[in-house]
């Protein structure tokens, strides 16, 4: 009788562990609560032909909007945003693997994809640097 109720009871511990395994904190990493953000900067280069010295400042790289692709690495697509005409983007992620895809729709501009780790208790700041073809 006594290996029955401890048969019981380790029973009863193993479901209440993965009921808050696989429903509780499954609702706390998706919740607003669990979510990190993720904040990035796009920007373009070259923008000129050739740097002059003394107007390294006009050719500078500028701040580019562009559509974003959120992938996971293996399961597809998460979600779509857009970074501000300041170059500037932001989302709140559950912890995880991500790509981040630019989209860019003119043939001779091409943006770096980023992978990204999103951890728990930590802010991200990512930059994608993208090529204007400019030569």
Known sequence: MK????????????????????VL??????????????????HIGPTCPVVQVGREEECRDRPYAVSIEVHYPNKGL????????AGTFSIALPVGEYILRPQVANVLLACEEKRIVVMKGKTLNVDISCDSGIR
Do not use: C, D, W
């Open 3 to 22: 290996n029955f109720l401890v048969l019981v009871i380790l029973i009863m511990i193993l479901l209440v562990g993965g009921f808050y395994y696989f």
């Open 25 to 42: 904190r499954e609702e706390e990493l998706n919740s607003p609560a669990g979510l990190i953000t993720v904040k990035g900067f796009v």
């Open 78 to 85: 998460y979600k779509i945003i857009k970074s501000s005409a």
